[in-house]
């Protein structure tokens, strides 16, 4: 495997890039710091490779941006209200990063830390990174030992698999915040992409603070429904306070799924380069943002990203799950193994 440095944190922590590749050329770069997704490159229609989500150019670059690119997220992915949690009784004050919420566990979030990386000397496909996170780090209890697999497959699929486990209750929600453009890093909007989101319903916001309310509404009948394919740009101007409370799609979605099995959450496609995506997880939810909080960012090869430039599925549980009861819980118990699972399989459609 290809092991290269890709520079020093501003703590003076060395940062390494890890290229996997499989038998037909598709190639993932991964850094040790977030355990964060660098590049992907698969084929076009015309047999050409693009690299299909943003990022930086260097590890400076990544630590001047706030967008999580391509990162690992946890404990918590998503925001918990008020930044506060009540754990087997006990109220934890968690950092304030997002007005008076929490967002993606904060500024010492998965996103921000070296973790530990072991590659097997004879395969170039599969990587583990692994992470150990103290008691009270980040505000939580609990000693968490994380894990994060990246693997590409023969039959052009991203895996990501995640395993937790803890000697104090406390909370295990990962993710991965990829930003995705199907034209290429550099292609501008993905408006024009076309979407499938198979799901019936979704968690509505009680405001711009993107706290859900607790309820599950429906997607039929509002700007919210992919369940048949459009394009991400068809209704995402109509006058729908969620897409205002959004600023834009920045949705999670209720999916139909049983622990350890995999299921169809999404499809896209991008007609210019006839690249498309078929995305499964076998969490209780997905997050759909098309980044409309994206201010512009110098990405890779100088090249300049604004809104909507990438779109982000990001399986989980619910926002605000720990506090919510009529949520899947996220609470992680001593003896208990944290898991979650993500395929993500690419081709070429006309």
């Known amino acids: 495997m290809l092991i290269e440095n890709f520079g020093d944190t501003i703590l003076n922590e060395p940062v390494k890039l890890y290229t996997l590749e499989n038998q037909n050329g598709v190639q ?45 997220i946890g404990r918590n992915a998503n925001r918990i209200a008020f930044a506060q949690c009540v754990i087997d009784g006990h109220t934890y004050q968690i950092e304030q990063n997002d007005n008076r919420n929490n967002l993606h566990s904060g500024s010492n979030g ?54 937790g486990e803890t000697d104090k209750t406390t909370v295990a929600n990962f993710t991965n915040h990829a930003y995705y453009n199907l034209g290429g890093h550099d292609s ?40 048949q394919e459009k394009t991400i740009a068809r209704d995402a101007n109509e006058d729908f306070i969620q897409l205002t409370y959004g600023n834009g799609y920045n949705h999670n979605y209720v999916l139909d799924t049983l622990p350890g099995k995999l299921k169809l959450a999404a499809q896209v496609f991008c007609e210019d380069s006839g690249i498309a995506m078929d ?26 990203y604004d809104s909507h430039h990438g779109f982000c599925l990001e399986p989980q549980y619910h926002p605000n799950a720990v506090n919510e009861k009529n949520f899947l819980s996220p609470i992680l118990k001593p003896g208990e193994i944290y898991q979650a699972h993500t395929k993500v399989s690419f081709f070429n459609r006309v």
């Not at 490159?41 to 001047?64: A, H, P, Q, S």
């Not at 209890?141 to 995640?162: F, Q």
């Not at 198979?198 to 009680?206: C, D, G, L, R, V």
């Not at 859900?212 to 919210?224: I, R, Y």
């Open 279 to 304: 995305f499964y997880t076998d969490t209780v939810g997905i997050q759909f943002y098309t980044s409309g909080y994206m201010e512009k960012n110098v990405g890779k090869n100088g090249v300049m």
């Open 188 to 227: 501008g909007s993905i408006e024009g992409h076309k979407l499938c989101i198979h799901a019936q319903e979704y968690t509505p916001f009680s405001s711009a603070e993107a706290i859900p309310t607790g309820a599950f509404e429906k997607v039929a009948g509002t700007p919210l429904d992919f369940r």
């Open 110 to 163: 998965f996103h921000n830390v070296i973790w530990d990386a072991k590659v097997e000397e004879d395969r170039n496909d599969t990587i583990t990174f692994t992470y150990y996170s103290k008691d009270m780090e980040q505000g939580f209890p609990g000693n968490l030992a994380a894990k994060v697999i990246y693997s590409l497959t023969d039959s052009d699929e991203l895996k990501i698999d995640y395993f």
């Open 28 to 72: 993932l770069k991964v850094m040790n710091l977030g355990a964060t997704m660098v590049s992907l490159f698969v084929k076009d229609k015309m047999g050409k490779m693009r690299d299909v989500i943003l990022g930086c150019d260097n590890t400076t670059e990544y630590e001047k941006q706030t967008n999580c690119f391509g990162a690992t």
